[in-house]
Each structure stands twice: as structure tokens, then as C-alpha cells.
């Protein structure tokens, strides 16, 4: 049974940063697309990136462009968002996701395993 647990989600001012990391467990996770979510309160669950395979490309949402990156470590079965310059707007549950088609996935309905999800909230 293919796991996925999210961790470094927090509190944070606007401005400052965050690391959140996936660990997949309990499958092939190098055969993995991987995407990370959000959802919002009261809104609908967004995309937010994704990386492919073997980390080489990734793809982002406009409102995160040049703010967060996504990266993994096929070694340790582990995927990254790093987050800068929050911003209010980026509150959310941040959820990972793995997806076994190749490519980039940008939509929820091609990922195949997810995660609990991870809260973080930015104050202004």
C-alpha cells in the first residue's frame, strides 16, 4: 500500500519561508510523477507544481512561479516544496501527490495517491 506523509507545515509571517517534505512509502516512488496541492479554506483544491520522474523538469502555477520549487530525492523517497516570500494568500492545506503516468500532471484527477495534507498558515 503506496503512503504519503507530509511534514513542515507551520505558522509562518509573510515574507519568510518553508520547507514541506512528502515521504512515499510502500511503492516504486522513482516511477512517480509527484505534485503538490492546495486547498484553501472555502475554496476548491488547486494545483501548485510538479516534478517529474527523475527531477529534471518541473512545472509550476503562475501564483507561485519564481516563489516555491519543488525537488526530490529518489535516494530517500522524498519530495520537497520550498517556499519563499509567503504570502497570506498562500494559506492552505498543502497536499503531495503521486501520480504513475509520465509527464507533467497538472490535474488532480491523474494522481493516484495522496497525502493527509500539511497546514500552513502565513500572517500578515
Known amino acids: 500500500q503506496v503512503q504519503l506523509v507530509e511534514s513542515g507545515g507551520g505558522l509562518v509571517q509573510a515574507g519568510g519561508s518553508l520547507r514541506l517534505s512528502c515521504a512515499v512509502s510502500?511503492?516504486?516512488?522513482?516511477?512517480?510523477?509527484m505534485g503538490w496541492f492546495r486547498q484553501a479554506p472555502g475554496k476548491e483544491r488547486e494545483f501548485v507544481t510538479t516534478i517529474n520522474r527523475i527531477g529534471s523538469s518541473t512545472e509550476n502555477a503562475d501564483s507561485v512561479k519564481g516563489r516555491f520549487t519543488i525537488s526530490r530525492d529518489n535516494a530517500k523517497n522524498t519530495v520537497y516544496l520550498q517556499m519563499s516570500t509567503l504570502q497570506p494568500e498562500d494559506t492552505a492545506v498543502y497536499y503531495c501527490?503521486?501520480?504513475?503516468?509520465?509527464?507533467?500532471?497538472?490535474?488532480?484527477?491523474?494522481?493516484?495517491?495522496w497525502g493527509q495534507g500539511t497546514q500552513v498558515t502565513v500572517s500578515s
Open positions: 501527490a503521486a501520480c504513475r503516468f509520465s509527464g507533467h500532471q497538472i490535474k488532480q484527477r491523474a494522481y493516484h495517491y
Open positions: 510502500g511503492g516504486a516512488f522513482s516511477g512517480y510523477v
